[in-house]
């Protein structure tokens, strides 16, 4: 999409940005430089309706590690990012959090991989994982088993997962706290 600036020329989104930067730089305020002290993780998707997932929780931006990515998955380089988040920042919680209507439900790996350049498809021309899914709950539980038994994020870490409603706003759990087993 293309808009206006002020001197008549056409600008593009990345252009309007930095032009509203400038003017928000002009009067922001230092003290948010800084270090936070996050006190939960959350992983979840990119999509941009959940942009304002955090106030819609209730919590500030210093609240939360706010980590995103397609699909909301726990990959490798996630857990190099929740590894940073428990280990040196110290956080005890992780939330994961998929939604509804997520676009990683409409397609297969393969029809996305078949898209790409002959070349681009992976090692070896295999095709890459997209880590597409069909079953939303069933995915979520699953990037949950991937935190809580990857060796880098510690065992007293409480890992739960939810599904966000796009339409409702609402939360639901559908991957609770791991309850002990008694000795």
Not at 10 to 20: E, H, L, N, P, T
Not at 71 to 78: A, K, M, S, Y
Not at 107 to 115: C, H, N
Not at 141 to 167: K, L, M, N, Y
């Amino acid at each position: 999409m293309k808009e206006r600036g002020s001197g008549g020329l056409v600008m593009g989104v990345i252009d309007a940005a930095k032009s509203a930067n400038e003017t928000i730089a002009n009067g922001y305020d230092a003290r948010r430089a800084r270090m936070p002290q996050p006190r939960l993780a959350i992983v979840t998707c990119t999509d941009p309706r959940l942009t304002e997932l955090l106030s819609m929780l209730g919590l500030a931006t210093d609240d939360a590690d706010l980590l995103r990515n397609a699909g909301g998955v726990i990959d490798e380089d996630t857990v190099r990012s929740l590894a940073v988040s428990t280990h040196v920042l110290g956080i005890k919680e992780i939330m994961v959090v998929g939604h509804t209507n997520c676009t990683l439900q409409t397609f297969a790996d393969s029809d996305l991989a078949a898209r790409l350049p002959e070349g681009a498809r992976g090692e070896g021309g295999q095709p890459a994982r997209f880590s597409a899914f069909t079953d939303l709950d069933a995915n979520v539980r699953e990037q949950v088993d991937r935190a809580r038994s990857h060796p880098w994020i510690p065992d007293d870490v409480e890992v739960r997962g939810f599904v966000f409603d796009v339409t409702t706003a609402r939360l639901r759990e559908v991957a609770p706290v791991r309850q002990a087993v008694p000795a």
